[in-house]
């Protein structure tokens, strides 16, 4: 079994950062494209950030130059460094993993998601 653990979300104020972790565990044979995924109340979830193992990333545009998102292959563990936040930015925040496990056929995982929040 693979799970994907997210953590690191809360309230900040405007302009503040938050560190996202997402932590995949388990049966792993090997990770490739992992990714941050943002739902906003009454919104359908859209994709924030992308990172592949290599390490080539790409965003979305309304985060450009806010967000970073990072990877360690080692821990098996994604972030999504994230500055300026704006009011907009308020979502529950979903990692996803495409992953091969030892036993289990490629497939992609979500984690259960964490909550920020952008407010004075």
């Known amino acids: 079994q693979v799970q994907l653990v997210e953590s690191g979300g809360g309230l900040v104020q405007p302009g503040g950062s938050l560190r996202l972790s997402c932590a995949a565990s388990?049966?792993?044979?090997?990770?490739?494209?992992m990714a941050w995924y943002r739902q906003a109340p009454g919104k359908q979830r859209e994709l924030v950030a992308t990172?592949?193992?290599?390490?080539?990333?790409n965003y979305q545009d309304s985060v450009k130059a806010r967000f970073t998102i990072s990877r360690d292959n080692a821990k098996n563990t994604a972030y999504l460094q994230m500055n300026s936040l704006k009011p907009k930015d308020i979502a529950v925040y979903y990692c996803?993993?495409?992953?091969?496990?030892?036993?289990?056929?490629?497939?992609?995982?979500w984690g259960q998601g964490t909550q920020v929040t952008v407010s004075s």
């Open positions: 996803y993993a495409d992953i091969t496990g030892w036993d289990l056929p490629r497939r992609g995982y």
């Open positions: 388990g049966s792993i044979f090997h990770i490739y494209v």
């Open positions: 990172i592949t193992n290599g390490g080539s990333t």
